[in-house]
Protein backbone atom coordinates (compact mmCIF):
# COMPACT_ATOMS: atom_id res chain seq x y z
CA UNK A 1 0.00 0.00 0.00
CA UNK A 2 0.98 3.31 -0.57
CA UNK A 3 2.22 6.00 2.10
CA UNK A 4 -0.12 7.62 4.36
CA UNK A 5 1.38 11.43 4.99
CA UNK A 6 -0.59 13.67 7.60
CA UNK A 7 -0.81 17.51 7.83
CA UNK A 8 2.35 18.49 9.53
CA UNK A 9 4.62 15.79 7.21
CA UNK A 10 3.07 17.81 4.12
CA UNK A 11 3.46 21.28 5.95
CA UNK A 12 7.63 20.39 6.96
CA UNK A 13 7.92 18.89 3.58
CA UNK A 14 10.98 20.50 1.67
CA UNK A 15 8.90 20.88 -1.59
CA UNK A 16 5.80 22.67 -0.17
CA UNK A 17 8.58 24.85 1.57
CA UNK A 18 9.96 25.49 -1.88
CA UNK A 19 6.69 25.96 -3.60
CA UNK A 20 5.91 28.95 -1.06
CA UNK A 21 9.31 30.34 -1.53
CA UNK A 22 8.94 30.30 -5.21
CA UNK A 23 5.23 31.49 -4.94
CA UNK A 24 6.04 34.24 -2.51
CA UNK A 25 9.16 35.81 -4.96
CA UNK A 26 6.76 35.48 -8.15
CA UNK A 27 4.02 37.71 -5.85
CA UNK A 28 7.18 40.24 -5.05
CA UNK A 29 8.53 40.27 -8.36
CA UNK A 30 4.64 41.24 -10.33
CA UNK A 31 4.24 43.41 -7.48
CA UNK A 32 7.63 45.43 -7.53
CA UNK A 33 6.42 45.56 -11.83
CA UNK A 34 2.77 47.03 -11.00
CA UNK A 35 3.72 49.57 -8.03
CA UNK A 36 6.56 51.24 -10.51
CA UNK A 37 5.57 54.75 -11.18
CA UNK A 38 8.32 55.40 -14.29
CA UNK A 39 6.26 56.22 -17.96
CA UNK A 40 7.62 53.41 -19.66
CA UNK A 41 5.72 55.07 -22.58
CA UNK A 42 8.49 57.80 -24.21
CA UNK A 43 5.95 59.77 -25.82
CA UNK A 44 3.65 60.54 -22.33
CA UNK A 45 6.69 61.14 -20.13
CA UNK A 46 6.46 62.08 -16.65
CA UNK A 47 6.03 64.99 -16.02
CA UNK A 48 8.10 66.82 -13.44
CA UNK A 49 7.53 70.69 -13.98
CA UNK A 50 8.15 73.43 -16.48
CA UNK A 51 12.21 74.64 -16.90
CA UNK A 52 14.64 74.71 -18.72
CA UNK A 53 18.24 73.36 -18.08
CA UNK A 54 17.51 70.14 -16.52
CA UNK A 55 20.47 68.17 -14.84
CA UNK A 56 19.99 64.78 -13.64
CA UNK A 57 22.07 62.45 -11.23
CA UNK A 58 21.74 58.95 -10.53
CA UNK A 59 21.95 57.79 -6.87
CA UNK A 60 23.85 54.72 -5.99
CA UNK A 61 20.68 53.36 -4.75
CA UNK A 62 18.65 53.59 -8.00
CA UNK A 63 16.86 56.98 -7.80
CA UNK A 64 17.44 60.41 -9.36
CA UNK A 65 17.88 63.88 -8.69
CA UNK A 66 16.96 66.32 -10.86
CA UNK A 67 17.60 69.83 -10.58
CA UNK A 68 16.11 72.34 -13.02
CA UNK A 69 15.79 76.40 -13.98
CA UNK A 70 12.50 77.96 -14.35
CA UNK A 71 11.91 81.85 -15.74
CA UNK A 72 9.46 83.06 -13.45
CA UNK A 73 9.96 87.11 -12.88
CA UNK A 74 14.16 85.49 -12.39
CA UNK A 75 15.35 82.26 -12.40
CA UNK A 76 14.58 80.08 -9.88
CA UNK A 77 16.09 76.66 -9.19
CA UNK A 78 14.17 73.39 -8.65
CA UNK A 79 15.31 70.31 -7.15
CA UNK A 80 13.49 67.02 -7.01
CA UNK A 81 14.49 63.40 -5.98
CA UNK A 82 13.01 60.25 -6.83
CA UNK A 83 13.30 57.19 -5.29
CA UNK A 84 14.12 53.40 -7.27
CA UNK A 85 10.24 53.09 -7.37
CA UNK A 86 9.84 56.25 -9.08
CA UNK A 87 7.89 58.26 -6.87
CA UNK A 88 8.54 61.55 -5.71
CA UNK A 89 10.72 62.42 -2.67
CA UNK A 90 9.58 66.11 -2.37
CA UNK A 91 6.53 68.19 -2.57
CA UNK A 92 4.81 68.20 -6.01
CA UNK A 93 7.33 70.51 -8.22
CA UNK A 94 9.93 69.97 -6.39
CA UNK A 95 11.97 71.98 -3.63
Known sequence: MGEKYNYIDIMNSNFFNDLI??????FCMI?????GQWSSDPASPQLLGSG??????ATPDGGVYIAW???MGGYHVY???FN???IA???DGGL
Open 79 to 81: LQR
Open 89 to 91: QFD
Open 21 to 26: IKYLFL
Open 84 to 86: PEG
Open 52 to 57: VQAQVK
Open 69 to 71: LTD
Open 31 to 35: FSLAS
